[in-house]
């Protein structure tokens, strides 16, 4: 119920009906005045100054002319009685772009709205005023040499303790978010941006932030997470229409106010976002972010099941392994993730992505060191929030491989080496660093034979054989030699070879292959 000042406003305005704007939670918002009973009124020159403005009251329209011979500037003075969340609108005026602003009693500029183009009209929405004076601006972007028409108007609504109101768009002025429930905003300009507050006074143990967001019509969205307000820490951008859901946020202990940042894109004056924030204590193992850098990476040991979620293309899930690993990495129905090795650097080393969506992607053997400092999971597609992933790892003992090794060969040391030919498509090659040697490939329990050539130092070919799963192949070598081993993908059963150096004609004999 509207009482005091906003009621005798509606008693002013003469409405037999009152208005309403896009609900919110099934509330109507009411609208002081109705224009489209009011009849406009006409602008006055000069008014092209907060000195020389012209008196507006909210609910009565007025028609004015700006260009050419007119002032390329129109200033209104508004006064108001009663605080609440004004809104503004232009119509559009023929062959001028508009631009439409509010400024403070001391002329400061508030806001300023410049949404549409040429001919286009201007609407400022949810901008929180007190009680006092306040000017309306518009002006031509840029001058125009023939005058043009248009209509302003300004209504003035209660403010809803459920929405955000501008001007939100400093740390300072941010608008207060409470766990669990859900705050409705505007996007109502280019590049706007509304800081919510979110102050935690109770921390349970294990507890981690999830925030979702929904999608606006035509505007792209950023959401964005601070702990100190002057520096990014998390950030996620979702296409126009798109929804943005961010899960498994660990806060620093310390952190008592946390920052939600949202940015829009482009404007939409008609369609509100909702934004909810809670935290959640998570029954299994889960990934904490951020963690989609070399310094956030979270560590893991080497035998390991974790769940986690991907949010986004932008975002990936980095882990440090403690030692040599096989990792799977299992994603939700219908999504195609990717597993990758990243270097020292933060950079994709090698990138892992046989299946297709919802199938399990392996890399057999991950072996800590400079180029595979960091596995990742991550999507080479835009996706929203994807559920829940599963990452499991499984320690390894022994020598293996160091992948990728199709172009650039691994040098292949005395003793016992073990690798896989996987992904589909895989080759493994190496250098013989001994002077002579014998080398030995048995496949232990895989199944699918293995095809060898043995080249020469300019990658000429000397020889071809096959090794099978009962045969045991076993060839004389001199450094430099190149071996390329290929055949169909298996990330669960690998080869070993053996390399034994030797003076003799005469090769040993081999190792029994490894399971």
Known sequence: MLTGGLASLLLFAGCPRSKSQRPIDGQPVVVVGDPDDTAAIDEREPNDSLKTAQELHLGHPLTAEIGGAKAQRDV??????????LRASTSGASDVDLVLGVRAADGRRLVSVDNSRVGGGEILTNLSVDRGTYYLEVRSKPDVAKAARYKLEATLHAADPAAEVELNDQPASATPLQ????????????GDTDWYRLTLKERLPGALLQLD????????????????????WIDRRAAAGQSISLRNIALPPQASDVFIVVRGGAANVEAQYGLVADVVVPATPTEHEPNDTTTTAQPLPASAMIWGAIDGRRDRDLFRPAATVAAELRPPAGVDLALAVIDAAGKIHWLVDAEGAGGAERIPAFVPGQDAAYLAVLSKRAVGVVGSYQLQLKPLTGRFETEPNVKQASSLADGLTQGFIHPRGDVDLYRISARRAWISISQGGRSAPIEIELLDKAGRSLRKAVSTAQKVVTIAVEEGMLLRLSGAADSSQGYQIQQLPTASATAPAPSAPRP
């Open 213 to 232: 967001i929904d999608g606006v019509d035509d505007v792209p969205i950023d959401l964005g997470v601070r702990i100190d307000p002057t520096k990014r």
């Open 179 to 190: 766990l669990g429930g859900q705050v409705v905003g505007y996007l109502g300009w280019r």
């Open 76 to 85: 209104f003075r508004l006064v108001l009685t009663d605080a609440g969340v």
